[in-house]
């Protein structure tokens, strides 16, 4: 039977272990790697895996796939490139290690034929990786607009139905597993940031710059702001916009991303996301809109994207098919890129997921 290397034992490693069974994995744990080995947890190591903090043992223990949900990125990356080097599989729930460093280790894998999936780094509950990278290989992806961060798309809602200030929303979101103790990353629009960089890679075929994307985050709205808006027929969400444009003078065309809070109407997709959820709608050259939605934070969900990745990877393995390997090459075009003041809020348009012109 496969082993696995569980790498990272936290929200996410510890409800992919609790769904283990459930999800019917033909594959064992044979090593879990934590920070300390002494610490209590709900949910318990797997059975006959050895448990350990030192980085070195999870390739001594001759896994068969890497998963990493260690939530570092220094070290998720270290580890990742020893695996890949070895040819072993690779699943990652880091978005951060996807944004920063996907190109170098797509790369590799496609150098060692090994896999490297990544649809848990996106959307968790919410496929667009999946659909970006497979389903839509034979359209041309040219607008997106998206909520791809739960934690601040809870914290607007609950704003907006029970005029809950910031300071409370952001606790629940912590209780709820939504929010890390420091929710910068979230509030500030760095989260939605990095996965927008993995969506547009995806989308277009090549990688922008790590920071290509300047957000602004939500800490610059009130309940009444939000409120106001939702009186005036608009929810208000924190957007990741990426829209195809044509290059200038005729020559290759260049990308524009934003993440910034924005004002949606009511009958748009977007406006239906509530709490924790994610939503992206998509604009296609030859299918028109497609929309979809499902929950993005959260252990659960995340659990379910790392476990399908797992299994096709053990599929693919048992079929004797090549890895799909995605996109490699940097230097996507982009433009913009900056999301404007923390306030400011700009329209979507009711058909269509891009922002009125």
């Known amino acids: 039977m496969p082993r696995v290397a569980l790498c990272g034992f936290g929200t996410v490693g510890q409800a992919v272990a609790a769904a283990w069974a459930r999800a019917g994995v033909p594959a064992r744990v044979a090593v879990v790697l934590v920070r300390d080995a002494h610490r209590s947890r709900p949910v318990a190591v797997p059975a006959g895996a050895e448990l350990t903090t030192d980085p070195q043992r999870v390739l001594a223990a001759a896994p068969d796939v890497l998963l990493e949900l260690t939530g570092d990125v220094d070290l998720g990356l270290r580890l990742g490139r020893a695996a890949l080097e070895r040819g072993v599989p690779v699943v990652t729930a880091s978005k951060q ?7 170098e280790l797509l790369a590799l894998a496609a150098q060692r034929e090994a896999a490297l999936r990544f649809d848990a780094a996106v959307g968790g509950g919410m496929p667009v990786v999946p659909l970006l990278a497979h389903a839509l290989r034979g359209d041309r992806v040219q607008r997106l607009v998206a909520v791809l961060n739960g934690t601040t798309n809870l914290i607007l809602d609950r704003m907006a139905t029970e005029g809950v200030a910031l300071e409370a929303a952001v606790a629940e979101a912590q209780r709820l597993g939504l929010a890390e103790a420091d929710p910068s990353s979230d509030l500030d629009g760095h989260d ?23 957000p602004a985050g939500i800490r610059g709205l009130t309940p009444a702001l939000v409120r106001t808006a939702g009186a005036r027929g608009y929810a208000v969400r924190l957007l990741a916009e990426a829209e195809r444009l044509p290059g200038p003078d005729g020559g290759p065309a260049e990308v524009a991303l ?8 009511a009958a748009h997709p977007l406006a239906a996301v509530r709490g924790g959820g994610n939503g992206a709608v998509l604009e296609l050259e030859l299918a028109g809109p497609v929309a979809l939605s499902g ?4 252990g659960a969900p995340t659990a379910s994207a790392v476990l399908s990745d797992l299994w096709i990877v053990l599929d693919d393995r048992d079929r004797g098919r090549r890895p799909w390997v995605g996109p490699v090459a940097r230097g996507l ?18 058909r269509g997921p891009g922002p009125a012109r």
């Open 295 to 298: 929950l993005g934070g959260g």
């Open 192 to 214: 939605a940031a990095a996965k927008l960089v993995i969506v547009a890679a995806l989308a277009f075929g090549a990688w922008p710059a790590p920071d290509a994307v300047r």
């Open 333 to 350: 075009a982009v433009v913009g890129g900056g999301g404007g003041s923390r306030a400011s809020l700009w329209h979507v348009r009711p």
């Open 97 to 103: 290690l996807m944004a920063r460093h996907g190109p």
């Open 258 to 265: 934003r993440v910034a809070p924005g004002l949606v109407p």
